[in-house]
DNA sequence: ATATTTATTAACCAATTGGTTAAACTAAAT
DNA sequence: ATTTAGTTTAACCAATTGGTTAATAAATAT
Protein backbone atom coordinates (compact mmCIF):
# COMPACT_ATOMS: atom_id res chain seq x y z
CA UNK A 1 0.00 0.00 0.00
CA UNK A 2 1.49 3.52 -0.90
CA UNK A 3 -1.50 5.51 0.14
CA UNK A 4 -1.92 5.98 3.94
CA UNK A 5 -4.66 9.04 2.76
CA UNK A 6 -7.51 6.76 1.66
CA UNK A 7 -9.70 9.19 3.01
CA UNK A 8 -13.21 7.65 4.16
CA UNK A 9 -15.24 9.73 1.50
CA UNK A 10 -13.04 8.14 -1.27
CA UNK A 11 -13.67 4.81 0.37
CA UNK A 12 -17.07 5.19 0.16
CA UNK A 13 -17.15 6.49 -3.14
CA UNK A 14 -15.26 3.88 -4.55
CA UNK A 15 -17.91 0.97 -2.98
CA UNK A 16 -20.89 3.01 -4.84
CA UNK A 17 -18.92 3.11 -7.81
CA UNK A 18 -18.48 -0.71 -7.59
CA UNK A 19 -22.25 -1.50 -7.07
CA UNK A 20 -23.53 1.29 -9.85
CA UNK A 21 -20.79 -0.40 -12.51
CA UNK A 22 -21.17 -3.68 -11.35
CA UNK A 23 -24.49 -3.74 -12.60
CA UNK A 24 -24.84 -1.38 -15.37
CA UNK A 25 -21.72 -1.46 -16.80
CA UNK A 26 -19.04 1.59 -17.90
CA UNK A 27 -21.32 2.64 -20.68
CA UNK A 28 -24.42 2.28 -18.56
CA UNK A 29 -23.34 3.74 -15.62
CA UNK A 30 -24.06 7.33 -14.97
CA UNK A 31 -21.65 9.49 -12.14
CA UNK A 32 -24.63 10.87 -11.43
CA UNK A 33 -26.27 7.87 -9.93
CA UNK A 34 -23.16 7.05 -8.13
CA UNK A 35 -22.86 10.57 -6.43
CA UNK A 36 -26.10 9.63 -5.67
CA UNK A 37 -25.65 6.27 -4.39
CA UNK A 38 -22.85 7.33 -2.22
CA UNK A 39 -25.01 10.48 -0.91
CA UNK A 40 -22.42 12.72 -1.87
CA UNK A 41 -22.01 15.91 -4.39
CA UNK A 42 -21.09 14.50 -8.06
CA UNK A 43 -18.11 17.28 -7.79
CA UNK A 44 -16.63 14.84 -5.48
CA UNK A 45 -16.41 12.18 -7.82
CA UNK A 46 -13.77 13.91 -9.98
CA UNK A 47 -12.02 15.69 -6.87
CA UNK A 48 -11.23 11.76 -6.00
CA UNK A 49 -11.21 9.69 -9.35
CA UNK A 50 -10.63 13.03 -11.74
CA UNK A 51 -12.95 10.89 -14.41
CA UNK A 52 -15.23 8.51 -15.12
CA UNK A 53 -12.52 6.19 -16.94
CA UNK A 54 -9.79 6.25 -13.97
CA UNK A 55 -13.42 5.72 -11.19
CA UNK A 56 -14.13 2.86 -13.27
CA UNK A 57 -10.69 1.25 -13.51
CA UNK A 58 -10.39 1.78 -9.76
CA UNK A 59 -13.16 -0.61 -9.83
CA UNK A 60 -12.25 -2.81 -12.04
CA UNK A 61 -8.55 -2.89 -10.87
CA UNK A 62 -9.90 -4.20 -7.27
CA UNK A 63 -12.81 -6.52 -8.89
CA UNK A 64 -9.87 -8.14 -10.74
CA UNK A 65 -7.77 -8.21 -7.86
CA UNK A 66 -10.39 -10.13 -6.14
CA UNK A 67 -10.42 -12.50 -8.56
CA UNK A 68 -7.39 -13.28 -9.80
CA UNK A 69 -5.82 -15.02 -6.21
CA UNK A 70 -8.56 -17.66 -6.47
CA UNK A 71 -7.03 -18.80 -9.86
CA UNK A 72 -3.86 -18.79 -8.86
CA UNK A 73 -4.93 -21.25 -6.17
CA UNK A 74 -5.81 -23.78 -8.86
CA UNK A 75 -2.44 -22.88 -10.50
CA UNK A 76 0.15 -22.81 -7.94
CA UNK A 77 -0.79 -24.90 -5.09
CA UNK A 78 1.38 -27.91 -4.75
CA UNK A 79 -1.24 -30.64 -4.10
CA UNK A 80 -2.00 -33.19 -6.32
CA UNK A 81 -4.26 -32.39 -8.98
CA UNK A 82 -7.56 -34.04 -8.35
CA UNK A 83 -7.41 -32.52 -4.34
CA UNK A 84 -6.69 -28.81 -5.87
CA UNK A 85 -9.75 -29.52 -8.71
CA UNK A 86 -12.21 -30.45 -5.60
CA UNK A 87 -10.91 -27.83 -3.58
CA UNK A 88 -10.83 -24.54 -6.02
CA UNK A 89 -14.44 -25.71 -7.20
CA UNK A 90 -16.03 -26.02 -3.34
CA UNK A 91 -13.67 -22.79 -2.89
CA UNK A 92 -14.78 -21.10 -5.89
CA UNK A 93 -18.34 -21.73 -6.17
CA UNK A 94 -18.52 -20.30 -2.62
CA UNK A 95 -15.96 -17.31 -3.28
CA UNK A 96 -18.92 -16.21 -6.42
CA UNK A 97 -21.93 -16.94 -4.46
CA UNK A 98 -20.69 -14.11 -2.65
CA UNK A 99 -19.74 -12.03 -5.25
CA UNK A 100 -21.99 -12.91 -7.96
CA UNK A 101 -21.21 -9.92 -10.07
CA UNK A 102 -17.94 -10.28 -10.54
CA UNK A 103 -17.25 -12.68 -13.30
CA UNK A 104 -19.96 -11.13 -15.27
CA UNK A 105 -18.37 -7.71 -14.90
CA UNK A 106 -14.84 -8.52 -15.74
CA UNK A 107 -16.08 -10.51 -18.74
CA UNK A 108 -17.86 -8.09 -20.07
CA UNK A 109 -15.46 -5.37 -19.63
CA UNK A 110 -12.79 -7.01 -20.96
CA UNK A 111 -15.24 -7.92 -24.31
CA UNK A 112 -15.64 -4.38 -24.61
CA UNK A 113 -11.81 -3.17 -24.25
CA UNK A 114 -10.47 -6.35 -25.04
CA UNK A 115 -6.62 -4.92 -25.18
CA UNK A 116 -7.34 -3.70 -21.53
CA UNK A 117 -6.44 -6.69 -20.24
CA UNK A 118 -2.60 -6.78 -21.71
CA UNK A 119 -2.16 -3.87 -19.00
CA UNK A 120 -3.35 -6.77 -16.40
CA UNK A 121 -0.88 -9.57 -17.91
CA UNK A 122 2.15 -7.09 -16.22
CA UNK A 123 1.01 -7.26 -12.82
CA UNK A 124 2.82 -9.47 -10.27
CA UNK A 125 -0.52 -11.92 -9.45
CA UNK A 126 -1.65 -12.22 -12.39
CA UNK A 127 -2.63 -15.96 -12.77
CA UNK A 128 -0.08 -18.29 -14.90
CA UNK A 129 -0.43 -21.51 -16.30
CA UNK A 130 2.65 -22.63 -16.69
CA UNK A 131 3.40 -24.55 -13.62
CA UNK A 132 -0.16 -26.46 -13.64
CA UNK A 133 0.86 -27.09 -17.40
CA UNK A 134 4.16 -29.22 -16.24
CA UNK A 135 1.98 -30.51 -12.89
CA UNK A 136 -0.73 -32.02 -15.82
CA UNK A 137 2.31 -33.64 -17.98
CA UNK A 138 3.86 -35.11 -14.94
CA UNK A 139 0.57 -36.81 -13.67
CA UNK A 140 -0.28 -38.34 -17.01
CA UNK A 141 3.35 -39.68 -17.27
CA UNK A 142 3.14 -41.20 -13.83
CA UNK A 143 0.02 -42.79 -15.16
CA UNK A 144 -2.57 -41.10 -12.72
CA UNK A 145 -4.10 -39.11 -15.62
CA UNK A 146 -5.48 -39.85 -18.99
CA UNK A 147 -3.61 -37.80 -21.79
CA UNK A 148 -4.92 -34.38 -21.77
CA UNK A 149 -4.02 -31.06 -22.85
CA UNK A 150 -3.38 -29.13 -19.60
CA UNK A 151 -4.79 -25.84 -21.40
CA UNK A 152 -7.70 -27.45 -22.45
CA UNK A 153 -8.30 -28.70 -18.72
CA UNK A 154 -8.19 -25.29 -17.36
CA UNK A 155 -10.53 -24.05 -19.82
CA UNK A 156 -12.64 -26.77 -18.95
CA UNK A 157 -12.53 -25.94 -14.85
CA UNK A 158 -13.16 -22.33 -15.77
CA UNK A 159 -15.62 -22.96 -17.89
CA UNK A 160 -17.35 -25.37 -15.63
CA UNK A 161 -17.06 -23.04 -12.60
CA UNK A 162 -17.27 -19.23 -13.75
CA UNK A 163 -20.48 -20.21 -16.71
CA UNK A 164 -23.54 -20.68 -14.88
CA UNK A 165 -23.10 -17.47 -13.26
CA UNK A 166 -22.26 -15.40 -16.22
CA UNK A 167 -25.24 -17.17 -18.10
CA UNK A 168 -27.77 -17.14 -15.37
CA UNK A 169 -30.60 -15.65 -17.03
CA UNK A 170 -30.48 -18.02 -19.73
CA UNK A 171 -29.91 -21.22 -17.69
CA UNK A 172 -32.86 -20.39 -15.21
CA UNK A 173 -34.66 -20.05 -18.20
CA UNK A 174 -33.62 -23.04 -20.38
CA UNK A 175 -34.25 -25.03 -17.12
CA UNK A 176 -37.22 -23.58 -16.35
CA UNK A 177 -36.53 -22.62 -12.26
CA UNK A 178 -36.78 -19.99 -9.97
CA UNK A 179 -34.06 -18.13 -7.94
CA UNK A 180 -33.91 -20.49 -5.23
CA UNK A 181 -33.44 -23.83 -7.18
CA UNK A 182 -30.88 -22.10 -9.21
CA UNK A 183 -29.03 -21.14 -6.05
CA UNK A 184 -29.48 -24.42 -4.74
CA UNK A 185 -28.53 -25.98 -8.40
CA UNK A 186 -25.21 -23.72 -7.57
CA UNK A 187 -24.57 -25.23 -4.14
CA UNK A 188 -24.81 -28.63 -5.79
CA UNK A 189 -22.47 -28.08 -8.02
CA UNK A 190 -19.75 -27.84 -5.43
CA UNK A 191 -19.07 -31.29 -5.39
CA UNK A 192 -21.25 -32.38 -9.24
CA UNK A 193 -18.51 -30.45 -10.90
CA UNK A 194 -15.18 -31.68 -9.20
CA UNK A 195 -16.85 -35.19 -9.97
CA UNK A 196 -17.51 -34.07 -13.54
CA UNK A 197 -14.04 -33.25 -14.38
CA UNK A 198 -12.20 -35.85 -11.89
CA UNK A 199 -14.68 -39.15 -13.91
CA UNK A 200 -13.22 -37.40 -16.48
CA UNK A 201 -9.46 -37.22 -16.32
CA UNK A 202 -8.48 -39.98 -13.70
CA UNK A 203 -7.15 -43.16 -15.61
CA UNK B 1 -43.40 -14.98 -42.38
CA UNK B 2 -45.73 -11.79 -41.99
CA UNK B 3 -44.24 -8.78 -43.68
CA UNK B 4 -43.90 -9.50 -47.31
CA UNK B 5 -42.47 -5.71 -47.01
CA UNK B 6 -38.82 -6.09 -45.77
CA UNK B 7 -37.45 -2.87 -47.91
CA UNK B 8 -34.17 -2.69 -48.59
CA UNK B 9 -33.52 -0.50 -46.58
CA UNK B 10 -34.82 -2.09 -43.23
CA UNK B 11 -32.62 -4.80 -44.18
CA UNK B 12 -29.68 -2.75 -44.15
CA UNK B 13 -30.29 -1.11 -41.21
CA UNK B 14 -30.49 -3.90 -39.33
CA UNK B 15 -27.67 -5.40 -40.33
CA UNK B 16 -25.73 -2.28 -39.48
CA UNK B 17 -27.52 -2.28 -36.24
CA UNK B 18 -26.54 -5.40 -35.78
CA UNK B 19 -22.69 -5.19 -36.17
CA UNK B 20 -23.07 -1.94 -33.89
CA UNK B 21 -24.81 -3.81 -31.29
CA UNK B 22 -22.96 -6.56 -31.51
CA UNK B 23 -19.84 -5.31 -29.79
CA UNK B 24 -21.03 -1.94 -28.39
CA UNK B 25 -24.32 -3.40 -26.35
CA UNK B 26 -27.24 -1.38 -26.15
CA UNK B 27 -26.18 0.75 -23.57
CA UNK B 28 -22.64 1.90 -26.05
CA UNK B 29 -24.36 1.75 -29.20
CA UNK B 30 -25.01 5.14 -30.86
CA UNK B 31 -27.99 5.41 -33.69
CA UNK B 32 -25.54 8.07 -35.54
CA UNK B 33 -22.58 5.20 -35.56
CA UNK B 34 -25.28 2.81 -37.00
CA UNK B 35 -26.93 5.15 -39.36
CA UNK B 36 -22.88 5.69 -40.63
CA UNK B 37 -22.68 1.91 -40.49
CA UNK B 38 -25.32 1.82 -43.43
CA UNK B 39 -24.59 4.75 -44.95
CA UNK B 40 -28.11 6.69 -44.43
CA UNK B 41 -29.73 9.67 -42.55
CA UNK B 42 -30.46 8.74 -39.09
CA UNK B 43 -33.89 9.39 -39.44
CA UNK B 44 -34.59 7.09 -41.24
CA UNK B 45 -33.49 4.25 -38.51
CA UNK B 46 -36.52 5.91 -36.87
CA UNK B 47 -38.99 5.86 -39.48
CA UNK B 48 -38.42 2.22 -39.74
CA UNK B 49 -37.53 0.81 -36.27
CA UNK B 50 -39.30 3.87 -33.80
CA UNK B 51 -36.82 3.79 -31.31
CA UNK B 52 -33.70 2.44 -30.42
CA UNK B 53 -35.31 0.17 -28.07
CA UNK B 54 -37.34 -1.03 -30.89
CA UNK B 55 -34.31 -1.53 -33.24
CA UNK B 56 -32.25 -2.89 -30.35
CA UNK B 57 -34.61 -5.44 -29.92
CA UNK B 58 -35.16 -6.78 -33.36
CA UNK B 59 -31.59 -7.15 -33.62
CA UNK B 60 -31.61 -8.87 -30.53
CA UNK B 61 -34.40 -11.58 -31.52
CA UNK B 62 -32.54 -12.16 -34.57
CA UNK B 63 -29.75 -13.08 -32.59
CA UNK B 64 -31.70 -15.55 -30.14
CA UNK B 65 -33.70 -16.92 -32.95
CA UNK B 66 -30.17 -17.67 -34.78
CA UNK B 67 -28.96 -19.36 -31.39
CA UNK B 68 -32.37 -21.44 -30.01
CA UNK B 69 -32.37 -23.84 -32.77
CA UNK B 70 -28.67 -24.97 -32.02
CA UNK B 71 -29.85 -25.89 -28.25
CA UNK B 72 -33.12 -27.76 -29.52
CA UNK B 73 -30.72 -30.19 -31.79
CA UNK B 74 -29.08 -30.97 -28.16
CA UNK B 75 -32.48 -31.11 -26.27
CA UNK B 76 -34.64 -33.16 -29.11
CA UNK B 77 -33.19 -34.57 -31.53
CA UNK B 78 -33.50 -38.56 -31.37
CA UNK B 79 -30.25 -39.83 -31.21
CA UNK B 80 -28.44 -41.50 -28.27
CA UNK B 81 -26.84 -38.96 -25.90
CA UNK B 82 -23.76 -39.85 -26.97
CA UNK B 83 -23.90 -39.55 -30.36
CA UNK B 84 -26.22 -36.14 -29.81
CA UNK B 85 -23.17 -34.97 -27.77
CA UNK B 86 -20.68 -35.27 -30.80
CA UNK B 87 -22.83 -33.54 -32.53
CA UNK B 88 -23.70 -30.74 -31.00
CA UNK B 89 -20.13 -29.69 -29.80
CA UNK B 90 -18.92 -30.45 -33.46
CA UNK B 91 -22.09 -28.29 -34.91
CA UNK B 92 -21.73 -25.77 -32.02
CA UNK B 93 -17.94 -24.90 -31.90
CA UNK B 94 -18.65 -24.63 -35.73
CA UNK B 95 -21.34 -22.72 -35.49
CA UNK B 96 -19.96 -20.36 -33.01
CA UNK B 97 -16.84 -19.68 -34.64
CA UNK B 98 -19.05 -17.89 -37.64
CA UNK B 99 -21.28 -15.53 -35.25
CA UNK B 100 -18.54 -15.12 -32.31
CA UNK B 101 -20.28 -12.38 -31.43
CA UNK B 102 -23.46 -14.14 -30.54
CA UNK B 103 -23.57 -15.48 -27.00
CA UNK B 104 -21.91 -12.85 -25.34
CA UNK B 105 -23.94 -10.44 -26.72
CA UNK B 106 -26.73 -12.53 -25.97
CA UNK B 107 -25.60 -12.90 -22.40
CA UNK B 108 -24.41 -9.88 -21.69
CA UNK B 109 -28.18 -8.18 -22.74
CA UNK B 110 -29.61 -10.73 -20.51
CA UNK B 111 -27.85 -9.91 -17.50
CA UNK B 112 -28.42 -5.82 -18.29
CA UNK B 113 -32.07 -7.13 -18.35
CA UNK B 114 -32.80 -10.10 -16.94
CA UNK B 115 -36.76 -9.75 -17.19
CA UNK B 116 -36.11 -9.44 -21.29
CA UNK B 117 -35.82 -13.43 -21.35
CA UNK B 118 -39.51 -13.91 -19.80
CA UNK B 119 -41.01 -12.46 -23.09
CA UNK B 120 -38.67 -15.15 -24.99
CA UNK B 121 -39.74 -18.14 -22.92
CA UNK B 122 -43.69 -17.75 -24.61
CA UNK B 123 -42.52 -18.03 -28.08
CA UNK B 124 -42.54 -21.53 -29.39
CA UNK B 125 -38.85 -22.85 -30.37
CA UNK B 126 -37.56 -21.55 -27.11
CA UNK B 127 -35.31 -24.13 -25.70
CA UNK B 128 -36.87 -26.97 -23.06
CA UNK B 129 -34.98 -29.34 -21.20
CA UNK B 130 -38.00 -31.56 -19.86
CA UNK B 131 -36.91 -34.35 -23.05
CA UNK B 132 -33.61 -34.26 -22.63
CA UNK B 133 -33.90 -34.93 -18.79
CA UNK B 134 -36.27 -38.07 -19.50
CA UNK B 135 -33.58 -39.19 -22.15
CA UNK B 136 -30.65 -38.99 -19.62
CA UNK B 137 -32.97 -40.98 -17.00
CA UNK B 138 -33.49 -43.72 -19.22
CA UNK B 139 -29.62 -44.04 -20.44
CA UNK B 140 -28.92 -44.34 -16.92
CA UNK B 141 -31.71 -46.96 -16.09
CA UNK B 142 -30.33 -48.89 -19.00
CA UNK B 143 -26.79 -48.50 -17.48
CA UNK B 144 -25.21 -46.65 -20.70
CA UNK B 145 -25.03 -43.51 -18.84
CA UNK B 146 -23.52 -42.84 -14.95
CA UNK B 147 -26.04 -41.27 -12.93
CA UNK B 148 -26.18 -38.39 -13.34
CA UNK B 149 -28.99 -34.99 -13.18
CA UNK B 150 -30.24 -33.87 -16.87
CA UNK B 151 -30.22 -30.48 -15.63
CA UNK B 152 -26.44 -30.21 -14.35
CA UNK B 153 -25.20 -32.14 -17.56
CA UNK B 154 -26.94 -29.52 -19.78
CA UNK B 155 -25.48 -26.59 -17.99
CA UNK B 156 -21.59 -28.89 -17.66
CA UNK B 157 -22.38 -28.91 -21.53
CA UNK B 158 -22.97 -25.27 -22.27
CA UNK B 159 -20.17 -24.08 -20.22
CA UNK B 160 -17.79 -26.15 -21.96
CA UNK B 161 -18.88 -25.10 -25.10
CA UNK B 162 -19.65 -21.47 -24.76
CA UNK B 163 -17.74 -20.65 -21.99
CA UNK B 164 -14.15 -20.50 -24.44
CA UNK B 165 -16.22 -17.80 -26.56
CA UNK B 166 -17.50 -15.50 -23.66
CA UNK B 167 -14.24 -15.30 -21.85
CA UNK B 168 -12.38 -15.42 -24.73
CA UNK B 169 -10.08 -12.31 -23.64
CA UNK B 170 -9.83 -13.28 -20.28
CA UNK B 171 -8.36 -16.71 -21.60
CA UNK B 172 -5.85 -15.53 -24.53
CA UNK B 173 -4.23 -14.15 -21.36
CA UNK B 174 -4.05 -16.52 -18.94
CA UNK B 175 -2.90 -19.25 -21.29
CA UNK B 176 -1.06 -16.61 -22.66
CA UNK B 177 -1.75 -17.38 -26.72
CA UNK B 178 -2.34 -15.34 -29.91
CA UNK B 179 -5.71 -14.62 -31.64
CA UNK B 180 -4.31 -17.84 -33.69
CA UNK B 181 -3.02 -20.14 -31.09
CA UNK B 182 -6.84 -19.52 -29.95
CA UNK B 183 -8.54 -20.45 -32.68
CA UNK B 184 -6.53 -23.66 -32.94
CA UNK B 185 -7.29 -24.56 -29.25
CA UNK B 186 -11.49 -23.98 -30.26
CA UNK B 187 -10.70 -26.24 -33.37
CA UNK B 188 -9.12 -28.64 -30.94
CA UNK B 189 -12.34 -28.40 -28.63
CA UNK B 190 -14.40 -29.50 -31.74
CA UNK B 191 -13.54 -33.01 -30.25
CA UNK B 192 -11.77 -32.51 -27.49
CA UNK B 193 -14.93 -30.96 -25.57
CA UNK B 194 -17.05 -34.24 -26.92
CA UNK B 195 -14.53 -36.69 -25.24
CA UNK B 196 -14.14 -34.77 -22.16
CA UNK B 197 -18.01 -35.23 -21.28
CA UNK B 198 -18.65 -38.37 -22.44
CA UNK B 199 -15.49 -40.18 -20.53
CA UNK B 200 -17.00 -38.75 -17.54
CA UNK B 201 -20.68 -39.88 -17.75
CA UNK B 202 -19.88 -43.15 -19.94
CA UNK B 203 -20.71 -46.05 -17.54
C1' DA C 1 -50.44 13.70 -66.66
C1' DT C 2 -51.63 14.19 -62.00
C1' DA C 3 -52.59 13.14 -57.40
C1' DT C 4 -51.11 10.53 -53.57
C1' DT C 5 -48.50 7.79 -50.84
C1' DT C 6 -43.83 6.34 -49.45
C1' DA C 7 -38.94 7.22 -48.76
C1' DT C 8 -35.19 10.33 -47.62
C1' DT C 9 -32.79 14.29 -45.98
C1' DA C 10 -31.04 18.42 -43.39
C1' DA C 11 -31.91 21.10 -39.69
C1' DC C 12 -33.45 21.37 -35.33
C1' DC C 13 -34.62 20.34 -30.26
C1' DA C 14 -34.90 19.18 -25.52
C1' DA C 15 -32.76 16.30 -22.29
C1' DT C 16 -28.86 14.12 -20.53
C1' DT C 17 -24.09 13.70 -19.42
C1' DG C 18 -19.24 14.13 -18.00
C1' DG C 19 -16.80 17.60 -16.37
C1' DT C 20 -15.55 22.50 -14.45
C1' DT C 21 -15.57 26.48 -11.46
C1' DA C 22 -15.81 29.63 -7.98
C1' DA C 23 -17.32 30.22 -3.67
C1' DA C 24 -18.02 28.37 1.07
C1' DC C 25 -16.97 25.48 4.78
C1' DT C 26 -13.69 22.81 7.80
C1' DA C 27 -9.66 21.44 10.09
C1' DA C 28 -4.89 21.79 10.74
C1' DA C 29 -0.64 24.56 11.01
C1' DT C 30 1.55 29.04 12.29
C1' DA D 1 -6.36 34.50 15.98
C1' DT D 2 -5.22 33.87 11.40
C1' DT D 3 -3.31 31.93 7.53
C1' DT D 4 -3.29 27.81 4.86
C1' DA D 5 -4.52 23.66 2.79
C1' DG D 6 -7.94 20.34 2.07
C1' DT D 7 -12.97 19.27 1.43
C1' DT D 8 -17.67 20.03 -0.18
C1' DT D 9 -21.34 22.21 -2.65
C1' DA D 10 -24.45 24.55 -6.12
C1' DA D 11 -24.49 26.38 -10.37
C1' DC D 12 -22.92 26.19 -14.72
C1' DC D 13 -21.17 24.50 -19.43
C1' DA D 14 -20.24 22.44 -23.76
C1' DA D 15 -20.90 18.27 -26.08
C1' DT D 16 -23.56 14.39 -27.06
C1' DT D 17 -27.72 11.86 -27.81
C1' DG D 18 -32.27 10.01 -29.05
C1' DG D 19 -35.77 11.73 -31.37
C1' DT D 20 -38.76 15.14 -34.32
C1' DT D 21 -40.15 17.98 -38.19
C1' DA D 22 -40.94 20.09 -42.33
C1' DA D 23 -39.60 20.13 -46.78
C1' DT D 24 -38.21 17.37 -50.83
C1' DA D 25 -37.65 13.47 -53.88
C1' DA D 26 -39.19 9.15 -55.68
C1' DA D 27 -42.35 5.79 -56.61
C1' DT D 28 -47.24 4.22 -57.14
C1' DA D 29 -51.94 4.71 -58.15
C1' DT D 30 -55.58 7.24 -60.55
Known amino acids: MSKTKDSKTEHIILEAAKRVFQNKGMDGARMQEIADEANINKAMLHYYYRSKQQLFEAVFNTAFALLAP ?3 AILNDDSSVEVKIRNFTKNYISFISRHPYLPTFIIQELNRNPNFVLKMKDK ?22 KPVKGEQLFINIMALNIFPFVASPLIKAFVNIDDKAFKQLVEDRKTEVADFIINSIKA
Open 70 to 72: QLN
Open 124 to 145: KGFPNIEKFKKQIALEIQQGTL
